[in-house]
T-cell receptor, first 113, second 112 residues
Framework: EADIYQTPRYLVIGTGKKITLECSQT?????MYWYQQDPGMELHLIHY???????EKGDLSSESTVSRIRTEHFPLTLESARPSHTSQYLC????????????FGPGTRLTVL | GENVEQHPSTLSVQEGDSAVIKCTYS??????FPWYKQELGKRPQLIID?????GEKKDQRIAVTLNKTAKHFSLHITETQPEDSAVYFC???????????FGRGTSLIVHP
């Protein structure tokens, strides 16, 4: 079934650890996004990609990095996690037409102790 | 860049009442306005959208209206039900741009 997947769904780690949040989509979309969202709150765009080898930073300053080596895969990496990174991270994708809706993944709930 | 204001931040209604959420945008070139619903603990999902060449769009109990002159658009939910309780986000983007600007969200609570 075409969908967008995120792993892990929940992650609790200690300060200073390096982590990678995985996002994959089987929808054939070229546009992909990462948002940071505290539960039920505003969506903050932190990274986006228009296609393979294309990555851009969003509006929210973030200490994370992303890569886009394959169309379907858009991982987000935190080199050194801090308690301020505790939040929910939502991955999204969108099709070719600029009027297309964004499809969101189920999210990763990150807690940094 | 685009700026989207969304009001109210919280809306509490009785089951069966109507609910209206309003958004204003700043970029007159914006021409696509989606609405997303996010239930507690779940992902945002598109519920309805409208393009700038249309003034109103309806899908069963939900409708969206757009006033391009005033640069505002609204979500209307009639005969609200407890399952309508969620956070609703409006967004705006211009043709050719793949980066929507989201409003801050409205928490709708429908009391049985």
């Amino acid at each position: 079934e075409a969908d967008i997947y995120q792993t892990p769904r929940y992650l609790v780690i200690g300060t200073g650890k390096k982590i990678t949040l995985e996002c994959s989509q089987t929808m054939g979309h070229d546009k992909m996004y990462w948002y940071q969202q505290d539960p039920g709150m505003e969506l903050h765009l932190i990274h986006y990609s228009y296609g393979v080898n294309s990555t851009e930073k969003g509006d929210l300053s973030s200490e994370s990095t992303v890569s886009r080596i394959r169309t379907e895969h858009f991982p987000l990496t935190l080199e050194s996690a801090r308690p301020s990174h505790t939040s929910q991270y939502l991955c999204a994708s969108r099709g070719q037409n600029s009027y297309n809706e964004q499809f969101f993944g189920p999210g990763t709930r990150l807690t940094v102790l | 860049g685009e700026n989207v204001e969304q009001h109210p931040s919280t809306l509490s209604v009785q089951e069966g009442d109507s609910a209206v959420i309003k958004c204003t945008y700043s970029d007159s070139a914006s021409n696509y306005f989606p609405w997303y619903k996010q239930e507690l603990g779940k992902r945002p999902q598109l519920i309805i959208d409208i393009r700038s060449n249309v003034g109103e769009k309806k899908d069963q109990r939900i409708a969206v209206t757009l006033n391009k002159t005033a640069k505002h658009f609204s979500l209307h939910i009639t005969e609200t039900q407890p399952e309508d309780s969620a956070v609703y986000f409006c967004a705006a983007s211009r043709g050719g741009s793949y980066i929507p600007t989201f409003g801050r969200g409205t928490s709708l609570i429908v009391h049985p």
